[in-house]
């Protein structure tokens, strides 16, 4: 069965204390990764993509990479801005293209 | 861009009554997908439309849900009749391309509640 499990499920940070998020994956014919931010209140909002294992996506403070089982988001220096939930999504081929979204990963920075 | 539109952005409807949601894409995207979103269950695809037409409604619950999309720049998604269980977020989200090759651009929900 396809699963996509994040971890942790909160986690709280002081401002400029670094940490990553996880992001696992068991799903048959990946087509690529995604992961978005979500503030309260609004919908997902996109922040990466990524395709093959190896591959590295940057966008201010954050990275994020990719395994052929896993993927991490680093969160380098955080701000309170920063404080959202961030959702990691897989795209697999069904025949059609399916997302399917992990339970996502609620952040808060501490100023 | 005004992005992807939704409304109403809160419902309240009583058990038994039919509740209508709609969302007008962001124009030139082909495909269109809503979403529903719980604390229990995240994140579920319910349907998606490929120009128009409906490619995958094997998220729908049950027959209850229903979704239609007339023309490019709108889509509904109607409940008939509503029940306590079917209260979330529901979202509509368009992409440029399909699923794998572009994000997905997403409306800020409608809020749901059946009493």
């Known amino acids: 069965e396809d699963q996509v499990t994040q971890s942790p499920e909160a986690l709280r940070l002081q401002e400029g204390e670094s940490s990553s998020l996880n992001c696992s994956y068991t799903?048959?014919?990946?087509?690529?990764l995604f992961w978005y931010r979500q503030d309260p209140g609004k919908g997902p909002e996109f922040l990466f993509t990524l395709y093959s294992a190896g591959e590295e996506k940057e966008k201010e403070r954050l990275k994020a990479t990719l395994t052929k089982k896993e993927s991490f988001l680093h969160i380098t220096a955080p701000k309170p801005e920063d404080s959202a939930t961030y959702l990691c999504a897989v795209v697999r081929n069904t025949g059609g293209f399916k997302t399917i979204f992990g339970a996502g990963t609620r952040l808060f920075v501490k100023a | 861009d005004a992005g992807v539109i939704q409304s109403p952005r809160h419902e309240v409807t009583e058990m038994g009554q039919e509740v209508t949601l709609r969302c007008k894409p962001i124009?030139?995207?082909?495909?269109l997908f809503w979403y529903r979103q719980t604390m229990m269950r995240g994140l579920e695809l319910l349907i998606y439309f490929n120009n128009n037409v409906p490619i995958d409604d094997s998220g729908m619950p049950e027959d209850r849900f229903s979704a239609k999309m007339p023309n490019a720049s709108f889509s509904t998604l109607k409940i008939q009749p509503s029940e306590p269980r079917d209260s979330a977020v529901y979202f509509c989200?368009?992409?440029?391309?399909?699923?794998?090759?572009?994000?997905?651009?997403f409306g800020n929900g409608t809020r749901l509640t059946v009493t």
């Open positions: 799903v048959s014919g990946l087509r690529g």
């Open positions: 989200a368009s992409s440029l391309l399909a699923a794998y090759n572009s994000p997905l651009h």
């Open positions: 124009s030139g995207h082909d495909y």
